[in-house]
């Protein structure tokens, strides 16, 4: 599976962004497609994922702000990003999960200025 994110970009706290992540395949067929980030010095984190069933799970930090949804047509999954923080800037990385596989795009950066 190859995916392609997009998206990121330099915004003020409390800003929004969108970021998309393309996949090579039908994303019905992916277990799991989630978004992950890494901050400079940190170890990479989950920040939200969709099953391919539909159910959702979100990093406690990014409740309430943050929304992973999909479209199915165009095998595409996106984290709209509101009320950015400075503490949101990182690498963020589109990741499916296709039993027992596990893939990943190329980062694209979130940087939020205060």
């Known amino acids: 599976v190859q995916l392609q994110a997009s998206g990121g970009g330099l915004v003020q706290a409390g800003e929004s962004l969108r970021l998309s992540c393309v996949a090579s395949?039908?994303?019905?067929?992916?277990?799991?497609m989630a978004w992950y980030r890494q901050a400079p010095g940190k170890q990479r984190e989950l920040v939200a994922g969709?099953?391919?069933?539909?159910?959702?799970n979100y990093a406690d930090s990014v409740k309430g702000r943050f929304t992973i949804s999909r479209d199915n047509a165009k095998n595409t999954v996106y984290l709209q990003m509101n009320s950015l923080k400075p503490e949101d800037t990182a690498v963020y990385y589109c990741?499916?999960?296709?039993?027992?596989?596990?893939?990943w795009g190329k980062g694209t950066q979130v940087t939020v200025s205060s």
């Open positions: 395949r039908n994303i019905l067929s992916i277990n799991l």
């Open positions: 969709i099953s391919s069933g539909g159910t959702t």
């Open positions: 990741n499916a999960l296709v039993v027992p596989m596990n893939y």
